[in-house]
């Protein structure tokens, strides 16, 4: 059982800037739980004050019911594994994941037990023998992840361990730390800036911006429900699309965006946007919301036309961008389309797909 509360936390350092201001988070035992949000918003103090690495400046953590403020790192019964990996050069792997245990007073029956079971679980066991500098990166973050392991703590903290991997080894480890989680059934607490780490990984996520908590929710609801235009930008790839103008009324609730563009708003969004007659707002819509037709003449699709900028093949689909008061938009379309850069053309904005933000930055439902 491991249930990880924070209230009211806040952090100052002696620049006397607030870089975490008034945190408040139930990470529920067994859960896994992302922090995300961009670089200098404050996740890594966040963790390290849940490791016990940093002061805590107001507030306070616990860890079942127990309060750990004044707790060491040690005695927190927390495992930490960082981006840089922290192995010991000179040591063994077998060495590495064992001398936390070794300095802990463990047997060494105990300490060859876990460490074993540990390379077992994480796939080393071939290369127990080895010395850090003979390892792959995936491997070596690997070796990390074991001295977590090996410890069995209440708690595991990652601060960004895969960035210092390629792409495609990065998308192999998450998959391994899912199932990790999985199989360890213990709680986790994660940081990343990369938002598709925290997506597929996350059974629920944290999005800081500033160092405030703006939402925390599961990934689909983030994607689906953002609480406001920083998290719907943040969450998704690529990032939503955003279009200011100024609802009116005529005939129907329109968007004026500028003299050429003036979408019809579906009626469904009526009750929230008459509310704001007269004030600008802003559209957001997913790339995956602009179509390159409209076939089946949904009444929600918008023409809109474009100077195409650039296109990208991906493959799989191609991504087609364009500006709109010098404001770069990008859509996704099948890849057989017919768009081609600086050539005219069409798009259709599905605004039944839309979402809305008043001038705050905030949803409008
Ligand atoms: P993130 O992990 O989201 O990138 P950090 O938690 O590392 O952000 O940092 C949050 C803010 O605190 C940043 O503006 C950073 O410059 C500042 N900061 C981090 N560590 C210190 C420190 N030891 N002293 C002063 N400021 C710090």
């Known amino acids: 059982m491991a249930v990880v509360e924070l209230r009211n936390v806040s952090k100052v350092y ?21 922090l995300v949000g961009p670089s ?7 963790l390290r004050m849940i490791a016990g690495l940093e002061e805590i400046t107001e507030g306070q953590i616990y860890i079942d019911d127990q309060l750990i403020n004044d707790i060491s790192p040690k005695e927190r019964d927390i495992a930490m594994v960082f981006q840089n990996y922290a192995l010991y050069p000179h040591m063994t792997v077998y060495e590495n994941m064992a001398f936390g245990l070794k300095l802990r ?3 060494k029956e105990d300490i060859k037990q876990r ?12 290369y127990l023998d080895r010395k850090p500098k003979a390892l792959s990166g995936g491997q070596r973050q690997r070796v990390a992840v074991g001295r977590a392991i090996v410890r069995k703590p209440k708690v595991f903290l990652f601060d960004e361990p895969l960035s210092n991997l390629d792409a495609k080894l990065r998308v192999q480890m998450r998959t391994e730390i899912s199932k ?10 994660y940081v990343t800036h990369d938002q598709t780490e925290a997506m597929t990984m996350g059974d629920r996520i944290v999005v800081m911006k500033d160092g405030i908590v703006n939402q925390v929710d599961t990934p689909m609801n983030l994607y689906n429900k953002p609480i406001n235009q920083f998290v719907a930008g943040f969450i998704g790839s690529p990032a939503m699309n955003f279009l200011k103008g100024e609802v009116i009324k005529k005939d129907a609730i329109k ?10 708003i579906p009626s469904k969004f009526n009750s ?5 007659l007269g004030k600008e707002i802003t559209m957001g819509i997913r790339p995956e919301d602009i179509s390159s037709t409209n076939d089946l003449n949904n009444v929600e699709f918008q023409k809109l036309k474009i100077l195409v900028d650039v296109v990208e093949p991906m493959g799989n689909e191609t991504f087609i961008y364009f500006n709109i008061d010098k404001k770069q938009f990008i859509v996704r379309v099948p890849s057989s389309n017919n768009y081609k850069a ?10 039944g797909k839309a979402f809305y933000f008043d001038d705050e930055g905030n949803s409008l439902y």
């Open 14 to 34: 002696d620049n006397k800037l607030k870089v975490v201001s008034d945190v408040n988070l139930t990470i529920n035992d067994k859960e896994f739980v992302v």
């Open 40 to 46: 200098g918003c404050g996740k890594s103090t966040t």
């Open 105 to 107: 007073k463990f047997s």
């Open 115 to 126: 460490v074993n079971d540990a390379a077992k679980i994480l796939d080393l066991e071939k």
């Open 180 to 189: 990790l989680h999985q199989k360890l059934e213990a709680t986790m607490i």
């Open 255 to 264: 968007l004026i965006v500028n003299k050429e563009i003036q979408l019809t």
């Open 272 to 276: 929230v946007l008459s509310k704001n």
């Open 342 to 351: 600086g050539e005219e053309s069409d798009v259709f904005f599905n605004a």
